[in-house]
């Protein structure tokens, strides 16, 4: 299983962007999908998952109403829709997925596959 991420890139505050994980060797309809990030110096957090069919949705509070995960199983695709960005959301953002529940956890050990992970950086 490949999962490999893209729409990183260098932006300014208070605009948006949308990251991509191209999932391959596996059907999305049985992962459920995550996005985690890790800022310089810090460790890697949970930002957001999503269920197989997309009816359960979690988020960290720090995204909230500014995030937003999505998926296509059909095109084997997960998003995340970032909008409103602060320069605290610079980080490596990694894609996940987990092969053994419906509705994935916060907790990066579910999750047993991984992206090498897509860069964003936000100035000020």
């Known amino acids: 299983v490949q999962l490999v991420e893209s729409g990183g890139g260098l932006v300014q505050a208070g605009t948006s962007l949308k990251l991509s994980c191209a999932v391959s060797?596996?059907?999305?309809?049985?992962?459920?999908m995550g996005w985690f990030r890790q800022a310089p110096g810090k460790e890697r957090e949970f930002v957001a998952t999503i269920s197989w069919l997309g009816g359960s949705i979690t988020y960290t509070d720090s995204v909230k109403g500014r995030f937003t995960i999505s998926r296509d199983n059909e095109k084997n695709m997960a998003y995340l829709q970032m909008n409103s960005l602060k320069p605290e959301d610079t980080a490596i953002y990694y894609c996940a997925g987990d092969p053994a529940h419906e509705i994935g956890g916060r907790n990066d050990n579910t999750y047993s596959f991984w992206g090498l992970g897509t860069q964003v950086t936000v100035s000020s």
């Open positions: 060797g596996r059907t999305l309809r049985s992962l459920a």
